[in-house]
């Protein structure tokens, strides 16, 4: 089968298109053959090995001199082409999609079935493919907001930032942005109230929850946002700029610290792919409440100008991976 490889760390040139092995469902595992795979920032990351301290933090992605698995690629959409011993709630020729550790950008992908579920009714193969990890980031980390609480989305055009404004909506809060100019209408297309275009204003006033999404701000200066008694959620963030040893974890780590001695609450949620939060995606979606926005398409053969396009031009919402017709 056709898939995207990489052996060592470094720029998009360290990828290429090859012909590998198609994987077999084990025990427990679905094959699916993929008809599209979504870009996330977190395949810029593991292509580049950066920041350099996540090569020591998690051996299931990352190792000292190339990533841990040849295929990259989490988030996918497919048909159900075969499943594994003890696989009994999908079948061949089910419509799925889900986030897996990596082997996405490939025809062929095995995943634990706990990974995956049925693709949303109303979505294309392409938006299904776009929803798992950042919809599931931005589902995670809105977990504790409630109804007429206000909300404040640094980041609010990208991947995460998109899902995050209609997850906020539909969860009856009142939403404010931070993007840049040409973002603004489609942040209050999604759902914001009112939006801040942080290359002409600063952004002011202070609020029952901010989600930080873009990792470009100081501890202090995030906190003068957030409510004594409110929230500041930290989640990744950063661009490629030739490299660095703590990237967004620098941030997230700073806010853990800090915990103990300021009034608001800090969080970092991990956003762990289940079953429950993939239906429950699934539900938003099909309610009409939740709808992925999609930036650029690129073909398989193509994966590397995504990724490149992802890491350099501060993409709109999401890029998808179209892999088979």
């Known amino acids: 089968m056709k898939a995207i490889v990489q052996r060592v760390y470094g720029s998009s040139a360290m990828l290429a298109v090859a ?101 949303p009714k109303n979505l294309s193969f392409e938006q299904a493919a776009a929803v798992p990890l950042a919809a599931n980031t931005a589902l995670t980390c809105l977990r504790h907001l409630n109804a007429g609480e206000r909300v404040l989305i640094i980041g609010a055009s990208g991947g995460v930032g998109t899902f995050a404004v209609q997850i906020a909506r539909a969860r009856g809060a009142g939403v404010t942005a931070v993007c840049s100019t040409r973002n603004v209408e489609a942040a209050r297309s999604l759902g914001a109230g009112h939006v801040f275009d942080y290359t002409r204003e600063t952004v002011t006033g202070r609020y029952d929850t901010v989600v930080d999404l873009a990792g470009t701000r100081g501890l202090r200066k995030l906190l003068r946002l957030v ?46 792919q289940s079953p429950a939060s993939l239906t429950e995606l699934r539900e938003l979606i099909e309610s009409g409440d939740v709808r992925p926005a999609i930036d650029r398409t690129y073909p398989l053969a193509e994966t590397p100008a995504a990724i490149d396009y992802m890491e350099s031009e501060h993409a709109r919402a999401k890029i998808v991976i179209t892999v088979a017709a």
């Open 19 to 119: 012909d590998v092995e198609r994987p077999e469902a084990s025990a427990g595992e679905v094959l699916v053959r993929v008809r599209a795979a979504s870009v996330n920032a977190r395949d810029w990351h593991v292509m580049r090995g950066d920041p350099k301290i996540a090569r020591w933090m998690d051996r299931s992605v990352f190792r000292g001199k190339g990533p841990a698995n040849l295929v990259q690629g989490g988030d996918f959409a497919g048909t159900v082409e075969a499943v594994g011993e003890g696989v009994t709630d999908v079948a061949v020729g089910d419509e799925v999609f889900g986030e897996a550790v990596s082997g996405a950008f490939a025809e062929y992908l095995a995943v634990p079935r706990v990974l995956l579920d049925r693709k």
């Open 227 to 272: 409510e004594p008694t409110g929230t500041l959620v930290l989640s990744g963030g950063g661009n490629f700029d030739g490299g660095s040893l703590f990237g967004p974890v620098g941030l997230l780590a700073l806010g853990q610290l800090a915990r103990p001695f300021v009034k608001p609450s800090i969080r970092g949620p991990l956003a762990a």
